[in-house]
């Protein structure tokens, strides 16, 4: 078999439903957490139908960057899901969502612990009418502790991990991300502890059960050797900028033309590449450099030399220079550079896609790539309500007047 043979008998097997095509997923999240859960699930043909609040819709949907009226964070976050409008607070709300439930596999929701028992949704509703059920619940601080019933979002959450005590520069503030960085690492928990819950479910009996994650400690449990280091020896992590104190020389350094370039060289063989790349063999036989960690004790020494080297030249001039030495270092992007990059268009990792509003709309493509059976996405983020009458004539099998009167009722 020839090479275009083989990639044509591949191409022929790949099934665009996504590995998750039936699993059926019912997202009550608002905002970011519970939602991005939802959208991964989606990404990879998961049947997620996102219920939201019949007048007030997600929050998410007056977040800019606004264009026409319309957010854009939504059309990435809401992209791939079914919608419909239920208010769960109304006892009619929470018996349609029970019923619901009966075909669903996983439930997501992100609300204040408590707030499903109270609306008669909570883990023991649903498991009474689907024992199978998988329940996700994100909340700020989790489901038990004495936090649990304050008000918890992302920005506290990631100061309570410790990340933000020692990330940032040592006489500045501690900083925190400029991103969700909390609820995304949520969300993505959730999501691959809902696959795991299903597996289990599907191979050991049938029972669902509930997951409890918390905003915080999936970051947390991202810091693996400050928990041990801190046990073991009271070591306490210290903001040094771009700098480790495991890893010298790492930092991201200015170049003539004010672009920057990070670089790594902590194993032998990097750091031999990076010192004959600016000129300074020397640097390799010098005792104060001569492993890790002689350069982590002398790295206000060592960060000078560099730092100097890449001020001297272009950005340009660095990156080819570092490319013929194969030295591990590459540019620091902004969106504008991401958007102009050969491999970021190669690897598709920004796809154009089809909106009901605006046309097309490119933005971040489905990760990780498989090679059966891949995600897609089918469509952006649609309007409120878009899949009431999908659901609830077709899944429900209502009658016209029977989903009229629960509109009129404010239910749907």
């Given at each position: ?368 790539k498989f090679s059966r059976t891949p995600g897609r996405i089918r469509h952006t983020g649609l309007a409120k309500g878009e899949n009431n009458e999908e659901v609830y004539l077709g899944m429900f099998g209502m009658t016209a007047d029977e989903y009229s009167s629960l509109r009129q009722a404010g239910v749907v």
């Amino acid at each position: 078999m020839d090479g275009l043979d083989e990639m044509k008998q591949q191409s022929e097997s790949i099934v665009t439903d996504g590995p998750l095509k039936g699993l059926v997923v019912l997202d009550l999240g608002t905002m970011i957490a519970g939602p991005f859960c939802g959208t991964l699930l989606a990404d990879f043909g998961a049947d997620v139908i996102k219920v939201e609040h019949p007048e007030h819709g997600d929050p998410i949907r007056a977040w800019t960057p606004m264009a026409e009226g319309q957010s854009l964070w939504w059309k990435v976050i809401g992209r791939n899901k079914r919608l419909i409008t239920l208010d769960l607070s109304k006892s009619r709300g929470a018996e349609l969502l029970l019923e619901l439930a009966r075909r669903a596999d996983v439930v997501i929701e992100n609300f204040r612990p408590g707030t499903i028992e109270k609306w008669g949704i909570g883990f023991t509703d649903l498991q009474r009418v689907n024992p199978g059920i998988v329940l996700v619940r994100i909340s700020g601080y989790g489901q038990t502790g004495p936090y649990s019933g304050r008000p918890g979002y992302g920005t506290c959450a990631e100061a309570m991990s410790g990340i933000p005590a020692f990330t940032g520069f040592a006489d500045r503030p501690p900083q925190l991300s400029a991103f969700p960085l909390a609820d995304c690492i949520a969300g993505t928990f959730g999501t691959f502890s809902a696959m795991m819950a299903i597996y289990s479910r599907d191979h050991a009996g049938g029972v669902g059960q509930e997951i409890d994650i918390s905003l915080f400690e999936p970051l947390f449990r991202l810091i693996d050797a400050q928990v041990v280091g801190y046990d073991k020896l009271g070591l306490i992590k210290k903001r040094l900028g771009n700098r480790l104190e495991e890893d010298s020389p790492r930092n991201a350094y200015e170049t003539s033309d004010g672009k920057y370039v990070t670089l790594s060289a902590s194993s032998p063989r990097t750091w031999e590449r990076l010192a004959r790349a600016i000129g300074r063999p020397d640097l390799v036989r010098n005792p104060k450099f001569i492993n890790n960690a002689a350069r982590c004790a002398n790295s206000d020494e060592l960060e000078q030399i560099i730092a100097q080297w890449h001020r001297e030249r272009t950005l340009a001039d660095v990156l080819a220079i570092f490319e013929e030495s194969d030295v591990v270092a590459g540019p620091i992007y902004d969106i504008a550079a991401i958007f102009e990059d050969a491999h970021y268009r190669v690897r598709e990792a920004i796809i154009d896609v089809p909106d009901q509003d605006f046309g097309r709309l490119r933005m971040q493509n489905v990760v990780p790539k498989f090679s059966r059976t891949p995600g897609r996405i089918r469509h952006t983020g649609l309007a409120k309500g878009e899949n009431n009458e999908e659901v609830y004539l077709g899944m429900f099998g209502m009658t016209a007047d029977e989903y009229s009167s629960l509109r009129q009722a404010g239910v749907v």
